[in-house]
């Protein structure tokens, strides 16, 4: 083993010895080289003032070398925040910004102590991260049966690790927080779990209450206190889009430094908060009360970001630093979150005329882009593929009776037409 993977193992180790198991063998392997062509550039950027032939760009008159044709389309940033690599973990203003933009939005992470976040290529790179960092093969991940189905890809075809579901709603259609302690206690002879928390959830567009998530909390540290080494991870890809009375927070902030044996890790980004999906701006962010552990967890995750992508992109970084700094995101934001709510509001609205009873119901929703009808008779895939030839309509399939329906991408006024024309496509079925 490379000594600097042994040394963090070691100051992991000493901190946190749960944590230290919870590693996976890469997890453990992987380190951030000191030395190299990153170190060696890095000390040659402060000392070579007269020539500085180690970094792997091109220059001209001083500045990155550039394209006109680039440049005339980007010309309100200058060059150097544009064209040069950026650093493995981010631009560290981007990576202060966001934290303080965390800290504002989750008021129960202010006396929580956390890393600083790492800039990842959005929140896939994130996920994957962590299934490096603490997944083996057999190792369980935990999450409802309606969930993103990138995470199999993540975990397990990447992995190895086992994927375990429990039922998403209870009898109440509320979260199922004793699905969620049934599954982790059957894993309690593995000793080790990784839970995944997504909210608001993809595909159903549900965030639990404030009562939920205190059952949540409390079942991850029930199986916590009976022995149990938990990653709590929160994909907050749709952190903000809150329509109705949920908890407003990611359980981040409720899960951070809150037992030993549970490491938080919150996955997030400007992909979906800021809309600007194409941009690939994604952070991962730890929680412990030790700083040693949170930078040696640091130091592995550079190195997995070393190992696969090098660094995330410059242009889409610079320019969400932009933003966050103009005195107008507050106000844009707002505009667009109202209209997002306005369409959430029309598809209530529309879904509880009672209309459309007959042949469907639909799960909880509150939060997010997406809404699922329940199908009572026909087969999801089946009305899909009529919608898609007979209509021109596209939804999602899911399993046998979920068909899921993003309002994020209907206006208002079109909304009452797509249901109308979805249930249609049921009767012709049904015919």
């Known amino acids: 083993?490379?000594?600097?993977?042994?040394?963090?193992?070691?100051?992991?180790?000493?901190?946190?010895?749960?944590?230290?198991?919870?590693?996976?063998?890469?997890?453990?392997?992987?380190?951030?080289?000191?030395?190299?062509?990153?170190?060696?550039?890095?000390?040659?950027?402060?000392k070579a003032k007269k020539f500085n032939a180690t970094i792997g760009i091109a220059t001209e008159g001083g500045a990155p070398m550039h394209l006109p044709v680039i440049q005339d389309a980007l010309s309100a940033f200058e060059?150097?925040?544009?064209?040069?690599?950026?650093?493995?973990?981010?631009?560290?203003?981007?990576?202060?910004?966001?934290?303080?933009?965390?800290?504002k939005e989750n008021p129960s992470l202010q006396d929580k102590s956390i890393s600083n976040p790492i800039v990842t290529n959005a929140l896939t790179h994130g996920l994957s991260i962590v299934a490096d960092l603490f997944a083996d093969a057999g190792d369980p991940v935990i999450m409802p049966d309606k969930n993103w189905e990138n995470y199999e890809l993540t975990f397990s075809i990447r992995r190895g690790a086992e994927m375990v579901y429990y039922p998403l709603y209870n009898a109440d259609w509320k979260f199922n927080s004793e699905g969620l302690r049934q599954a982790l206690f059957e894993q309690q002879p593995k000793g080790k779990a990784i839970v995944v928390l997504n909210f608001p959830n993809n595909p159903t567009g549900y965030t639990p209450g404030h009562e939920e998530c205190q059952?949540?909390?409390?079942?991850?540290?029930?199986?916590?206190?009976?022995?149990?080494?938990?990653?709590?991870?929160?994909?907050?890809?749709?952190f903000g889009l809150f329509f109705e009375d949920s908890v407003h927070e990611?359980?981040?902030?409720?899960?951070?430094?809150?037992?030993?044996?549970?490491?938080?890790?919150?996955?997030?980004?400007?992909?979906?908060?800021?809309?600007?999906?194409?941009?690939?701006?994604?952070?991962?962010?730890?929680?412990?009360?030790?700083?040693?552990?949170?930078?040696?967890?640091?130091?592995k995750t550079l190195g997995i970001i070393?190992?696969?992508?090098?660094?995330?992109?410059?242009?889409?970084?610079?320019?969400?630093?932009?933003?966050l700094r103009s005195p107008l995101f507050e106000q844009q934001k707002q505009e667009k979150f109202d209209i997002m709510k306005g369409r959430a509001n029309k598809v209530k609205a529309i879904l509880d005329s009672g209309k459309y009873r007959d042949v469907w119901n639909y799960y909880p929703f509150n939060s997010g882009y997406f809404m699922c009808l329940q199908l009572k008779d026909i087969h999801a895939e089946t009305l899909r593929t009529h919608l898609l030839e007979q209509y021109e309509i596209g939804t999602i399939a899911l399993g046998e009776t979920d068909l899921r329906v993003a309002f994020s991408c209907i206006a208002e006024e079109d909304l009452e037409e797509l249901f109308d024309t979805i249930y249609k496509g049921v009767l012709d079925l049904k015919a």
């Open 306 to 323: 070393r190992a696969t992508i090098s660094s995330g992109p410059h242009p889409s970084q610079t320019f969400i630093i932009h933003a």
């Open 1 to 46: 083993m490379n000594p600097l993977a042994h040394q963090l193992n070691e100051t992991i180790r000493h901190e946190n010895e749960q944590v230290y198991a919870m590693l996976s063998r890469l997890g453990q392997e992987i380190y951030f080289p000191k030395e190299g062509i990153l170190s060696q550039s890095a000390e040659a950027s402060s």
């Open 215 to 238: 059952e949540i909390v409390s079942v991850l540290t029930e199986a916590a206190e009976a022995g149990m080494k938990i990653v709590a991870v929160t994909d907050d890809a749709y």
């Open 250 to 299: 990611s359980l981040f902030g409720s899960l951070a430094s809150i037992h030993p044996n549970i490491l938080a890790v919150k996955v997030d980004g400007a992909t979906k908060e800021e809309y600007v999906w194409g941009f690939r701006v994604g952070f991962i962010t730890y929680s412990s009360p030790s700083k040693p552990l949170l930078a040696a967890l640091e130091q």
């Open 79 to 103: 060059p150097k925040d544009i064209y040069p690599y950026a650093p493995p973990a981010g631009k560290p203003e981007l990576r202060k910004l966001w934290q303080e933009k965390m800290l």
